[in-house]
């Protein structure tokens, strides 16, 4: 670890916790270059949704190399970028009857979110946009005005203005969120004025693992169409099948006016993300928001081949049979381990452990590392032991991972 010890920035982060040299990936796992295999519940934080080096999207991507393909170019028309967008429309809208325009605007999550607040404050003319308590959006200014985190909301070194804090649902216990929202928006008095957009979501990752209660979720929509907001669905981390559905809100029936998609779009790791926008809502002057690396032809073959997961049901069913098996585990362990006053946090395989002592969930994921289990934590006094496996992770794999987890907090516990 010397030469990024000597030669890297201190803003490095996962390397201190996971010190070694990594040099293979395949599937659900990871080597380094002493040989050491690892459990993948990382999954690039939720990027490697598909597992590592999938065969399929690995020669795809070789044999277009090899081809002479075109690498990058922009916006412009290309074979790869017009067939992800037939695929995309074909396979995720038109059976789930959604109506969107598909804009790329640039190769990460930040970059999503900020092209979603552009568009809502274009549209609507005003300013203001509404967040929640504990939200993750981005490292950018805009994408930060909206991050609930008051450390990474720091490194800005700037005020960050136009945005207002709400609470997330349960933020407080037995407290009715929406009503206070409500009230806010209603009340001439309160300070905020009438916002551009409301931002979530639905399942909070890097803010602890919180999921969104259905009927809430609906009733934000409700909310935003009363009061002609516009409704943004972050699904940079939640999105790509991870909880379950293709996009995380699903199962609550709701049609947001702007969906974030970013990290597992891509296939499996290669820089890429997507705005949504209802056609209504696509006022863009060309070239108003653009950026060098919109156009990752690389991205568009791995992210064409991996919409091929969602051409049925069949791999919708499996995620959803393995996030059971998670759920599972999750409720043994706080169950053999009443000691961690733990909590079951998230859905689909977008679950955590919530633990209450103070650093004892960066202590049993060092453990756990120790072990040969690849394992974060969440949440913002890293209290959550967060568990993102890829989606293609099998049985095997999930009870061996957490019998690694098991082993680690019998350890830490009883050392």
């Known amino acids: 670890m010397k030469t990024f010890e000597e030669l890297e920035s201190a803003v490095r982060s996962y390397s201190r916790g996971w010190p070694t040299v990594f040099n293979k990936a395949k599937g659900y796992k990871l080597w380094d270059t002493d040989g050491k295999e690892y459990i993948d519940f990382f999954a690039g934080a939720g990027t490697m949704n598909y597992g590592h080096n999938d065969d399929t999207m690995q020669q795809k991507v070789i044999e277009y190399i090899q081809n002479d393909g075109i690498i990058h170019s922009l916006d412009m028309g290309t074979t790869p970028r017009k067939e992800f967008l037939e695929n995309f429309k074909e396979i995720i809208l038109t059976p789930r009857k959604l109506d969107y325009k598909i804009m790329f605007p640039g190769p990460t999550g930040t970059n999503t979110v900020e092209s979603a607040l552009k568009i809502a404050r274009k549209v609507t003319g005003r300013e203001t946009v509404i967040s929640f308590t504990n939200a993750f959006h981005g490292m950018t200014i805009g994408s930060l005005s909206v991050t609930g985190n008051s450390f990474k909301r720091h490194g800005a070194g700037v005020p960050l203005h136009h945005s207002v804090s709400m609470p997330f649902d349960n933020y407080v216990e037995n407290h009715d969120s929406i009503a206070y929202l409500e009230r806010f928006l209603e009340d001439s008095g309160s300070g905020v004025a009438l916002p551009a957009a409301i931002i979530l979501e639905t399942v909070q990752g890097e803010g602890g693992i919180n999921a969104a209660r259905i009927e809430w979720l609906q009733k934000i929509e409700e909310l935003c169409k009363r009061w002609d907001i516009l409704l943004i669905v972050d699904d940079v981390q939640a999105g790509n099948g991870r909880t379950g559905t293709f996009f995380s809100f699903e199962p609550a029936g709701i049609e947001p006016d702007v969906v974030c998609l970013s990290k597992s779009i891509g296939g499996f790791g290669l820089p890429m993300a997507i705005t949504l926008i209802k056609p209504e809502h696509d006022k863009w002057g060309p070239g108003e928001h653009n950026g060098t690396f919109r156009g990752n032809n690389l991205a568009f073959i791995a992210a064409t081949e991996a919409l091929s997961y969602w051409k049925n049901n069949d791999f919708e069913k499996e995620v959803q049979e393995k996030a059971e098996i998670l759920k599972t585990a999750v409720s043994t362990i706080i169950e053999k381990y009443p000691e961690l006053n733990g909590e079951a946090r998230g859905r689909g395989l977008m679950q955590g452990i919530a633990v209450e002592e103070e650093g004892l969930a960066t202590e049993i994921c060092a453990e756990a590392f120790q072990r040969g289990l690849i394992v974060e934590t969440s949440g913002p006094k890293d209290e959550v032991v967060k568990f ?28």
């Open 388 to 415: 993102l496996p890829p989606l293609i992770i099998d049985k095997v794999g999930l009870e061996k991972g957490f019998q690694l987890l098991d082993d680690s907090i019998n350890y830490v516990l009883n050392k």
